[in-house]
């Protein structure tokens, strides 16, 4: 009696330990595409009023699409799925599917480059993004709700995320980020998971932690910056780095969900 009460507490501990280290099963793509010169309204014009839809139908759930501040023929954008297997099966459904055989023609062209692409998943379950349902989207040509500037940031980083730079970032900076009135609105990791829709290629085996966060204005990001390199994290930040961190101040187009 006293072992299968011993076997059962040990398995009762198995379990809750696990249920405590499960993070949410989520798949999310970072795209950054390069558009021709002078196209990037053109392509919002085609995604937004033609292409979100289609894409949700089939098992996607588009977060945002975004003009980049900083680079004028930067389109980028997002899209979450449950898990790697209805990744693979929602993106062979969609791209042969009707919605995109009837407006490739107008998409494509205006393409330059679309292989700039992280596929990521939250760091943490409590890092995972908090994105409005689509039912509060936008609808096609009406006027949309004030939107914020968006702000995310890809660290590039010596060793992966897992080896001490998740627990820093969600003890130590995510605070002090906090105490400096800048939300962390979530936090990626690389999604290790081999890249099961190769006719679309993503950025793989990187060593990268992304984060979000919400600004008034396209300068907030700034003081925040010199503020962190001038401070003892800042320093402890900058080691775990390969190299400097790319950081995307992004406009949300009408119809995102994150603005």
Do not use: C
Not at 26 to 45: C, G, H, N, P, S
Not at 177 to 196: F, K, R, W
Request: glycine share 6%.
């Amino acid at each position: 009696m006293r072992t299968l009460l011993a076997a059962l507490l040990a398995i009762f501990t198995m379990t809750t330990h696990a249920d405590s280290t499960v993070t949410t099963p989520t798949v999310l793509e970072l795209r950054q595409y390069k558009i021709f010169a002078d196209k990037r309204d053109e392509m919002i014009a085609v995604f937004d009023g033609k292409l979100i839809e289609g894409q949700e139908a089939v098992g996607m759930r588009l977060l945002g699409q975004f003009r980049d501040l900083d680079d004028p023929n930067r389109f980028t954008w997002m899209r979450e799925f449950p898990n790697m297997d209805a990744r693979g099966k929602a993106l062979t459904d969609f791209y042969t599917g009707p919605v995109w055989k009837a407006h490739r023609g107008e998409a494509n062209p205006l393409l330059e480059d679309n292989d700039n692409v992280l596929l990521l998943k939250p760091a943490t379950a409590e890092l995972a993004l908090s994105v409005p349902a689509a039912s509060e989207r936008t609808k096609s040509g009406d006027q949309p709700t004030a939107a914020n500037i968006i702000v995310v940031t890809i660290y590039y980083l010596w060793k992966d995320p897992s080896e001490g730079f998740t627990r820093f970032f969600a003890e130590k900076l995510k605070p002090e980020l906090t105490a400096a009135g800048v939300p962390v609105l979530g936090g990626y990791v690389t999604e290790a998971t081999p890249n099961n829709f190769p006719a679309l290629p993503v950025r793989q085996h990187e060593k990268v932690f992304v984060w979000f966060t919400r600004m008034q204005d396209a300068a907030g990001y700034d003081p925040l910056r010199r503020k962190l390199d001038g401070s003892a994290i800042g320093r402890e930040l900058e080691d775990y780095q390969e190299r400097a961190p790319q950081v995307l101040r992004l406009a949300p187009t009408p119809r995102s969900l994150l603005r």
